[in-house]
């Protein structure tokens, strides 16, 4: 055997972490489903161009569900590089569960057309994800504050 790098440790995932991320995720994936059945046009199922009169009528449902694939994913891709790199854990629990909350809000004055809080929603729940990244970053890096 080797002697360790000097820079590399181990660091154990806090379960806690673990535990909040694994409930946020269920909670928005299932949102997300909610909204994809609800979006379906039954015809684009017969993979038939639609009709060159059809209206465009609003659909908040494929709204959220368009919204949720840009922004979702990159975000739990930060989440999880923070809870690997050992963000404070009672920190990112917060921001984690925030997150979760305004995501579920979002969506429900969305569907209710309720504006401005529909994008104060979003724009907080973006916030939460920038400081959990911050946080993994001081962690990583090994900056405590």
């Not at 181990?10 to 409930?23: F, P, Q, Y």
């Not at 694939?69 to 739990?76: D, G, K």
Request: aromatic share 12%; glycine share 6%; proline share 5%.
């Amino acid at each position: 055997g080797g002697a360790a790098h000097p820079h590399t440790h181990t660091m154990a995932i806090d379960s806690s972490c673990a535990a909040t991320l694994a409930t946020s995720a269920i909670i928005i994936w299932f949102i997300n489903f909610i909204a994809i059945i609800k979006s379906a046009v039954p015809g684009r199922f017969k993979h038939e161009s639609p009709p060159q009169n059809l209206e465009y009528t609003f659909d908040a449902w494929a709204c959220i569900a368009r919204n949720t694939s840009e922004t979702v994913p990159l975000s739990y891709v930060i989440f999880v590089a923070a809870l690997l790199a050992g963000a404070d854990p009672v920190s990112y629990n917060v921001l984690v569960i925030a997150f979760t909350v305004l995501r579920a809000l979002y969506a429900v004055l969305y569907l209710n057309k309720i504006q401005p809080y529909r994008t104060l929603c979003f724009m907080f729940h973006q916030l939460c994800v920038g400081i959990v990244g911050i946080l993994g970053l001081l962690a990583g890096y090994g900056v405590y504050l």
